[in-house]
């Protein structure tokens, strides 16, 4: 199948194959209960398929276009193997999603806006404890391997422990932090970090923001207010919007983007926690259903618990070349 190629080390593979362990695990205790005894294509199986699909969190939409494409494909009433249903589910997931696939799917991330005089600036969004803080410590951990200058901001500065834990972070990680006060103008803070990173000479800038989702128009302004700073002293800032989701929360997760990006403009996504759940599939349904690409993935609470997200690779890791793979997992747990 010319779909997998394969893009990861074996070390990043393996971190993303433990971390969907349960998603996976999920997928296939439903996809057993559906092929087991089947030796045919018809709609009663598509239907249980299509269930067990919408059950594993893929969306509903989503798994409706997997199923079209299905039946397209079915030569109907002819006699299949397990191993063969397995197949052609695998596959029609893999084509819809390389349909979209960009080209950008076989290199990983490239800080976006930097210039010689003025640093990439990546604001990081999301509600409370989706994992904001400990993605931006992840992600200065990473640019910072890769050779970068790091500077974060800690413009969340509704709670004093939510600066303390940036702090943690920015220490773990070594990469020097702004902050303030509890309490303090979040926008003047933005504004103090930016100015720091361009008077330091910084190539990446992590900005740390409050999530009150409960009070939309409230977020709305705060954010359009921290971004209305930071284009003053870095033009062009900022250069990535970064939505942080929680995986585990599953089809939640996929409202709250939908809610998130009316209330700011949101170049790219981060989902996290999937180490934890079984509802990984959601990851799916947010790449096919919102036009926000999915840049990385939380796999674990340690620093390089962070990966690029790749859709095919992702699949490749739900759902493993051969029938028998997947349910070892079942089998196992
Ligand atoms: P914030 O409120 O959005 O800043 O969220 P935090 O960064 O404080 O994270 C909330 C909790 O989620 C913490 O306990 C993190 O350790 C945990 N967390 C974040 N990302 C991941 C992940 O990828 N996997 C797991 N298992 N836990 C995570
Ligand atoms: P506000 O409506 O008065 O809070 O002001 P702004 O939206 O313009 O900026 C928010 C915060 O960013 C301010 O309180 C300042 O701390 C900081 N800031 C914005 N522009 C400037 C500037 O030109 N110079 C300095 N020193 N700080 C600025
Ligand atoms: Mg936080």
Do not use: C
Request: charged share 25%; glycine share 8%.
């Amino acid at each position: 199948m010319g779909f997998f190629k394969k893009l990861f080390s074996g070390k990043q593979k393996e971190s993303l194959d433990s971390g969907l362990e349960k998603s996976r695990t999920n997928v296939f205790q439903k996809l057993a209960r559906v092929f087991t005894g089947k030796r045919k294509v018809d709609e009663s199986l598509l239907e249980e398929l299509e269930e067990a699909l919408i059950s594993a969190d893929v969306g509903v939409d989503t798994t409706m276009k997997v199923l079209d494409r299905m039946r397209r494909r079915a030569r109907f009433e002819a006699f299949v193997e397990v191993e063969e249903l397995y197949q052609m589910l695998r596959d029609e997931i893999a084509g819809l999603f390389s349909e979209g696939a960009r080209d950008s799917e076989s290199t990983t991330y490239q800080l976006p806006g930097a210039t010689p005089d003025f640093p990439t600036v990546i604001m990081v969004v999301g509600v409370n404890g989706v994992g904001k803080t400990t993605t931006i410590g992840k992600l200065a951990y990473r640019f910072k391997s890769e050779g970068h200058s790091v500077l974060l901001g800690a413009a969340d500065t509704f709670r004093a422990a939510a600066i303390e834990q940036l702090e943690v972070w920015a220490g773990r990680a070594g990469v020097p932090i702004i902050s303030q006060h509890m309490g303090a103008d979040p926008a003047a803070v933005a504004f103090d970090t930016l100015q720091a990173a361009v008077s330091r000479k910084s190539d990446v800038v992590i900005i740390d923001t409050a999530g009150r989702l409960h009070n939309k128009s409230g977020l709305m302004e705060e954010l359009t207010k921290i971004r209305r700073v930071m284009d003053k002293v870095v033009p062009g800032a900022p250069h990535e919007v970064l939505l942080v989701l929680d995986g585990s929360t599953g089809q939640n997760a996929v409202e709250q983007a939908k809610q998130f990006a009316q209330a700011t403009d949101v170049s790219g996504l981060v989902l996290t926690k999937l180490d934890g759940t079984a509802k990984g599939g959601v990851v799916l349904a947010i790449s096919d259903q919102l036009h926000i690409p999915v840049r990385f993935i939380g796999v674990g609470e340690k620093m390089e618990d962070l990966q690029d997200f790749h859709v095919l690779e992702f699949i490749d890791s739900l759902l493993p070349e051969n029938f028998s793979d997947g349910m070892a997992s079942v089998t196992e747990s």
